[in-house]
Structure formats: C-alpha cells, structure tokens
C-alpha cells in the first residue's frame, strides 16, 4: 500500500488538456460502443416480433436506473476520485476505490441470489438474464470511472472499443439467423460487457483495500444527489418510450421506440467531451478552488459540443432515415419522429457543461432541482401533446423537456458567477497530522 501523500495512480499526461490523438480514440470507441449498440437494435428489429424488440429496448432504457441500485456510490467516486487526486490524498483515494469495489460486487451477489428465486419462482430464467446485464454494466461502469478519473483514456477506450466490436459481432449473429429471441439478445449483450470488463481489468486491476464505513457515508452523500440527478436526466431521455408504449401498445410504439433509440446515437459527442472533462474539471478545483476556470471549461464544453452537435444532425438524420426505410413498412412512421428528437438534441447538448459544473463546485442539490424541474415540464408535455397528437406529439413534449433543461441549468450561474464563493464543505483542505491534506467533499442540500 502507498504511503499516505505517495501518489496512487497519477496520469502521464498534464491535466489541463488531452492530446488529440487521445481525444479522437475516446470519441471514436464510444462511438464503435453506441454505433454497435444502434447496429445490434437494428438487426433485432428486423429478427424480433415489434413487442419483443420494445421489450429488449426497454431492458437497455433501464440501465440509465442502475446508480439507484449503489445509492449513487459510483457516481460519488466520479467526483470524489479526481477531486481527492487534485488534493494529493492517496490514502483516502485507495480507500474509497476499495470501498467501491466491495460494495458493488456485494449488492451484484445479492442480486444473482435474488434474481435465481425469482426466476424459479416463475419458470422462466429472464429475471438470471437481466440481472447479469445490471451487474456486469454496473461493474463496466466502476471500471470506467476509476480509468476516467485517473484520465486513463486510452485504456477507457479499449474497453468500449471491446463493447463495441462485440456487438457488431452479435448483430452479425443475428443477421445470420442463428440468434432470436428476447433472451438470446440479452444474453449476447451482457456477454459483449463482460469481454469489456476482462479488458478494463487488464488495463487497471482492481484495489481490494478495506472497506470503510466512513468512506461508503462519505461517497453515497457526495454521490446520491448525482445518481438521482443521472436517473432523471435518464427519465428526460427514455421517458418518452414508456409514455408511447403507454399510448399506443408496445406493437405500435415499435417505430417510435426504433426513432428514439436511432436518434439517441447524436448523443456520442457531448458524452464524450463530457465524460473527458468532468474528471479534469474536478481534479483541477480539488487543488485550486477556482470558481472562474470551472466556469471556463463549463461554457467550453457547452460550445463544442452544441456545434459538433449541429453539424451531426442533418447528415446522420438521413443515414438514420435510409436505414429504417429497409425495415418493414411499419416502421417508416418513425422518421417525422427522428427528426424532431434528432433537432431537440442540439439543444441539450450545449447546456451540458452546466452539469458538470454544479457537480464539480458541490451543487450536486442545486443540479438535482434543475432536473426535477425539466423532467416535470419534459413529462407533462410528453402525456398532453401524446395523447393529442400521437407520437409526434410525444417527441414534440421531448424537445420541451430538452429546452426545460438548457434553461434550469443555467440559472444558478447567474447568481453564483456575480458571487462566487467556496461552499463550506469544499473549502480548500487543512493540513493534518501528517502534512497531508484531506478533501473534505461531503455536500449538503442547498
């Protein structure tokens, strides 16, 4: 074990920035891990009967649930990690990495225990079959986050590459005839994740130090407000799948559901600008405390992803367009569809950066508020222009939500810009004993 104030797992590269060979690695293997996804959804949608395939797509939906499932422990690390690395406490980062650990292949042994008994109970092994892609994703995304917040990136991206790789390989599969069914698709994609989670342990085993009681506290209250905050903008994005498979009947929501998944492929660039920057952003005001630079990289990120963004719509709206026009004819009512959520996701994309900041600056509560106020308004829309219009009226009540979004996240900058101040638990860290600081990052409701 390193001595405390010995740095654990330091990047080799500045902090301040990436590389563009590293930057275009990360966008492109999570681009091969969407994209194989979409091709897989694609060739399930030409194999599977239209309620099969809405249940498979209702499967992958609830992933963006799972951080209720560790009450945000995941989450928590994600800012904790990098904020503790830019303090220099290397004791309290491998004390809650191992409490991670611990935690999250706990409540997975639970959860197979579970889901046996109730599959008995029913005769039927979907509930071991479901479980397995909750559990594998959840430990995927523990991977992910250690590799992220230690700006491992290369290795990050080899692990979505292998997700990636491996469901193109199954949509093959599918194609070809051998694979039908609800549950060889899930089944298939679960094993796509576990050859990515052999790949993530190659590029970073895992650290199994004793778990901490103090530590698990500490990362569920930095985390909790965060995972709830991720479950509804989860809400916000796949909501209006549940309310048109409400509506209309899981056979008739086939092409909404198909539209809604294709069109969630434009979500590959801000994620990816995203997900590089969280980690950079909170390392950097774990040492510095600079209100202004988190700020910066904020709008940053906001701009780039909101024209790379518009510039994806058109042509990948036409891709996405002639690709379901080979598809039955049933599904050909999806497009209008396609095209109002491909336009609302510009929208969305350039108001992410504002997330990332209030979770950085320990507004985690404040970041919350503002996803409970679109989802509300997202929701609300979505059941009154669906039940008027149909469908198009759903995906016309998503891009309210999405404006809903753009608008709530911004607010509290314009207070906090003119009046920034270090709230109480993030102020810089005070010396101890050892010399070493300690980040303290527990927050509190706002």
């Known amino acids: 074990m390193p001595n405390r104030g010995e740095p654990l797992d330091r990047p080799t590269m500045p902090v301040r920035g990436a590389s563009f060979a590293e930057t275009a690695l990360f966008t492109a293997s999570l681009g091969s891990m969407q994209g194989g996804r979409l091709l897989y959804a694609f060739a399930l949608a030409s194999k599977l009967n239209p309620a099969e395939f809405t249940a498979w797509s209702l499967v992958m939906a609830s992933l963006a649930y799972l951080p209720l ?177 409400a509506l209309i009947g899981a056979r008739g929501a086939a092409p909404y559901v198909l539209a809604a998944t294709l069109a969630s492929g434009l979500m590959l660039l801000p994620n990816a600008i995203s997900q590089q920057t969280y980690p950079r952003m909170a390392r950097i005001y774990g040492a510095t405390k600079d209100f202004h630079e988190v700020l910066r990289l904020a709008k940053s990120q906001n701009r780039v992803a909101g024209l790379g963004t518009f510039l994806l719509v058109v042509p990948a709206s036409i891709l996405a367009s002639a690709a379901i026009l080979v598809l039955p004819s049933e599904y050909r009512e999806g497009i209008p569809v396609l095209i109002v959520l491909s336009a609302s996701l510009v929208c969305l994309a350039q108001s992410t ?60 900058f314009r207070r906090m810009a003119g009046h920034p101040r270090v709230e109480p638990d993030s102020a810089p860290p005070q010396p101890k004993e050892s010399g070493v600081c300690e980040a303290a990052d527990v927050v509190r409701p706002q």
């Open 69 to 245: 499932l560790t009450l945000g422990l995941i989450n928590g690390l994600g800012r904790s990690l990098p904020y503790l690395a830019g303090a220099g406490d290397s004791e309290e980062e491998r004390t809650s990495v191992g409490t991670s650990w611990f935690v999250v292949l706990g409540l997975a042994a639970i959860g197979l225990v579970v889901a046996v008994w109730v599959a008995l109970a029913l005769g039927t092994y979907k509930p071991v079959l479901i479980l397995a892609v909750l559990a594998t994703w959840a430990v995927f995304q523990l991977q992910q986050v250690i590799l992220r917040s230690y700006l491992k990136f290369i290795a990050a991206s080899y692990q979505q590459l292998t997700i990636g790789f491996l469901s193109i390989a199954a949509a093959v599969v599918v194609f070809l005839g051998p694979l039908q069914g609800f549950e060889q698709a899930v089944l298939a994609y679960a094993l796509a994740v576990v050859g990515a989670i052999v790949v993530g342990t190659a590029a970073h085993s895992p650290v199994f130090a004793l778990p901490s009681a103090r530590v698990f506290v500490r990362l569920v209250a930095v985390g909790w407000p965060i995972a709830a905050a991720g479950v509804l903008f989860g809400v916000l994005i796949s909501a209006d799948r549940w309310i048109a498979t």
């Open 353 to 412: 950066g504002y997330g990332n900041a209030l979770n950085t600056l320990g507004r985690q509560w404040v970041y919350l508020s503002a996803q409970a106020g679109a989802l509300f308004a997202g929701v609300s829309a979505m059941a009154i222009l669906g039940t008027l219009l149909g469908v198009s009226g759903v995906a016309l009540g998503v891009a309210v939500g999405y404006a809903a979004f753009a608008l709530f996240v911004r607010l509290p």
